[in-house]
């Protein structure tokens, strides 16, 4: 059932959850820019937020790794994040500005990673959900993390180039994602016994 802030982890139960940003939690084709490029507004996909207040309120921890806009940094993502009253749900909001590369490079994933004190050991315990078979569910894979992919958007490619964008899970519905996290640790709690 998730983890209980106050209370030990359990071996083989998720302790993270990280999401992209555009095209996973926003709809990308829905967001309006100012004159810098900085997103003022969007809107989620259907579901998204009430999937993240449900994970969030089962005691996992949340993270955000997104690239961003030239300059835009994390201005975009705290605007979107607070109109629809989420600001305060992620532990952790990395950026490609923080990083100085963007994904799949392993320093935005190793920031993220540090960033949640989450130990290298662990990162079999930690879901990484993204839209891009290229950039999350590879990155992921090899991070060793237990990738998701968020089939909400057809912007970016839907077939896998190779065995390293194959990701692990898939949702094309918000409303499934609290069930499938249960169920992955499920089958990682029965791979543990």
Known sequence: MGRDPGGPVTRGRIVAVIF???????????????SHQVT????????????????????YVLGLLADCSRGAGRASYDN?????????????IVTSD?????????????????????ADEDADRVVMVGNRLDRDVKR??????????????????????????????????????????TAIEDLQGDANR
Request: proline share 6%.
């Open 20 to 34: 992209d940003f555009g095209d996973t939690l926003a709809d990308e084709t829905t967001e309006e820019k100012d």
């Open 40 to 59: 003022q507004r969007a809107l989620l996909f259907p579901g998204a937020k009430n999937a993240v207040l449900e994970l969030h309120q089962r005691g």
């Open 80 to 92: 979107v994040l607070r109109q629809h009253g989420m600001g305060d749900l992620f532990a952790s």
């Open 98 to 118: 923080d990083a100085g590369v963007v994904k799949p490079h392993p320093r935005m994933f190793e920031l993220m990673l540090r960033a949640l004190a989450i």
């Open 140 to 181: 992921a894979n090899q991070a060793g993390l237990v990738s998701v992919w968020c089939r909400l958007s057809a912007r970016y490619p839907t077939a896998p180039k190779d065995g390293s964008e194959v990701p692990r899970y898939e949702f094309s519905d918000f409303a499934r994602l609290p069930g499938l996290i």
